[in-house]
């Protein structure tokens, strides 16, 4: 079974505060994936990455940046948390995309930003 | 992007009724997937199903491609089916961007 893993279940950070976000897989998925969550919009696409140093954007990428130095670890960074970052943040992986793989989601972290 | 829109937004049903859950989608998809949050928030993958039906137990599903629109059917629905279903696609020529719908809400009542 795959398994993706997330730093935590809740989070409290400060404004203005650095916040790390984790997420592990244990597949060797080549595709990794933030989202964040919130209601009545579904899952929204921050960025996303193909491999190990590669990444691009997705639709909601301001105030965030990430970094992926090892295939199975892809970080999400909030540089500076403000409140309208509050949110719950979903990582998912997946292989390669030739349109025949599912994409499997970690737990998520729900983030508040005070 | 593409837009995706789900209906309805909430249902209520009672255990051992049946529902159809809809995804409509405004352009051409390489990829079109169902899945079901439970209310713990975790998300499991139902389907994938570009096109043509599937089942998979009490749950089948339909996507027309050609007429950009997906169906969810739970046939006798149980407590166990609550949560928010989620359809996702990806955009023809666009891989690696899935695009979610806003999700139908189902509380199963016993």
């Known amino acids: 079974d795959v398994k993706v893993t997330q730093s935590s279940r809740y989070l409290v950070k400060r404004t203005g505060e650095k916040v790390f976000l984790e997420c592990v897989q244990d597949?060797?998925?080549?595709?990794m994936f933030w989202y964040r969550q919130d209601p009545g919009l579904g899952l929204r696409l921050i960025y996303f990455?193909?491999?190990?140093?590669?990444?691009e954007k997705g639709d909601i990428p301001e105030g965030y940046s990430v970094s992926r130095e090892k295939k199975e670890r892809f970080s999400l960074i909030l540089e500076s948390a403000s409140t309208n970052q509050t949110s719950m943040y979903l990582c998912?992986?997946?292989?390669?995309?030739?349109?025949?793989?599912?994409?499997?989601f970690g737990p998520g972290t729900r983030l508040t930003v005070l | 992007g593409i837009q995706v829109e789900q209906s309805p937004p909430d249902l209520i049903l009672q255990e051992g009724a049946n529902s159809t859950l809809r995804c409509n989608f405004s352009d051409s998809v390489n990829n079109l997937q169902w899945f079901h949050q439970n209310p713990w928030g975790q998300l499991i993958n139902l389907f994938y199903?570009?096109?043509g039906t599937k089942q998979n137990g009490r749950l089948s599903a339909t996507t027309v491609a050609t007429e950009r629109y997906s169906l969810l059917y739970i046939s006798s629905s149980q407590t166990t089916d609550s949560g928010v279903y989620f359809c996702a696609v990806e955009r023809r020529y666009n891989f690696n961007k899935f695009y979610f719908g806003s999700g139908t809400k189902l509380n199963v009542k016993p």
């Open positions: 990455s193909y491999d190990v140093k590669m990444k």
């Open positions: 199903i570009p096109s």
């Open positions: 998912a992986s997946s292989l390669p995309t030739g349109g025949t793989d599912t994409q499997y």
């Open positions: 597949m060797d998925h080549e595709n």
